[in-house]
């Protein structure tokens, strides 16, 4: 069985610590778990989840993967202590948003790395995880990588690393693009005259049953819409103002420029 370490057990660190488990990838004998903050650490020690040791901990150099779920400023600091531990065989699976594989190889003198972009479903095993590689990975390594990813929800694997930052606009951010349609939708319904909460189980089941339509349903996006508008209708109505507010070009403009600043993001 494979040995893993993951470093910065806070929230993403513990949603694959727990991914893991459930999923009988790894024991807790065979989880370290590496985390700096005195009260997190404390916590870990009271659940039965895996080993928690520090980072000069020799047995870390007997785990395939090391994931690095610090916060991207916490890094530098992390990678000194690091690269006097890990073997030249493990993996490295890093999560932190906008630090570029060859950073990570150079801070870490570390050849095997790969570079992934979760998003916050990821808690609910819903996850879209976009994932690219260092060349030096061979297919059963990016396969291992993957099987460990499916377990908190989707993966795609990417050969060209710079479209993460198309990836972190659209599906890492997304969630967020999400919860503020559905907060004016039910807003919406408030003004409309609706109770709260009954205004928020419309909007979500419409968001859930519109999902399961275009996910498994025959139609493409614009038959869909075409099926729901009639001519002179009510969603008509509604679409004309979206059209002439240029809504489209407004969400294009408000995904490129989340990508600038990830590329920005990159460049620190
Ligand atoms: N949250 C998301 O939706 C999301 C999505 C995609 C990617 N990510 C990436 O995931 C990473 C983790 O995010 P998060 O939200 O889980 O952050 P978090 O909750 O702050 O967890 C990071 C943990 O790492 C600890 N830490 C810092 N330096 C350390 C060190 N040298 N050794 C061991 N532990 C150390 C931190 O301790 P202190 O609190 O004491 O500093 C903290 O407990 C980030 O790089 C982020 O970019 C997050």
Redesign the pocket.
């Known amino acids: 069985m494979n040995k893993i370490a993951i470093?910065?057990?806070?929230?993403?660190?513990l949603i694959y610590a727990h991914a893991f488990l459930r999923y009988k990838i790894v024991t807790p004998e065979n989880l370290l778990l590496?985390?700096?903050?005195q009260e997190?650490r404390q916590n870990l020690s009271l659940v039965n989840i895996g080993q928690v040791v520090t980072?000069d901990d020799k047995s870390i150099s007997e785990c395939s993967i090391i994931i690095l779920?610090?916060?991207?400023q916490?890094f530098k600091?992390?990678s000194v202590?690091l690269r006097k531990v890990i073997s030249s065989n493990s993996l490295l699976l890093s999560?932190?948003?906008?630090i570029e594989i060859s950073f990570i190889q150079s801070e870490l003198k570390h050849e095997l790395v790969v570079r992934a972009?979760?998003?916050?479903p990821v808690e609910v095993n819903m996850g879209m995880t976009a994932f690219a590689a260092s060349e030096k990975l061979n297919h059963d390594q990016i396969m291992l990588v993957e099987n460990l990813l499916c377990t908190t929800g989707r993966t795609l694997f990417l050969k060209d690393e710079k479209q993460l930052n198309a990836v972190t606009a659209l599906s890492?951010s997304g969630p967020a693009y999400f919860f503020y349609f559905m907060k004016y939708l039910i807003d919406a319904g408030v003004k409309m005259g609706l109770d709260e909460h009954v205004s928020s189980i419309l909007a979500k089941q419409t968001m859930l049953g519109s999902f399961h339509l275009i996910n498994n349903g025959q139609k493409n996006l614009d038959e869909y819409i075409s099926s729901v508008t009639s001519k002179g209708g009510t969603t008509e109505a509604a679409l004309k103002i979206f059209n002439e507010q240029h809504m489209g070009e407004v969400i294009i403009q408000a995904l490129k420029s989340a990508e600038r600043r990830s590329e920005e993001l990159s460049l620190k």
């Open positions: 470093v910065g057990c806070g929230n993403m660190g590496i985390e700096k903050n997190r980072t779920a610090v916060k991207p916490d600091e992390l202590e999560i932190m948003a906008g972009m979760p998003n916050l890492g």
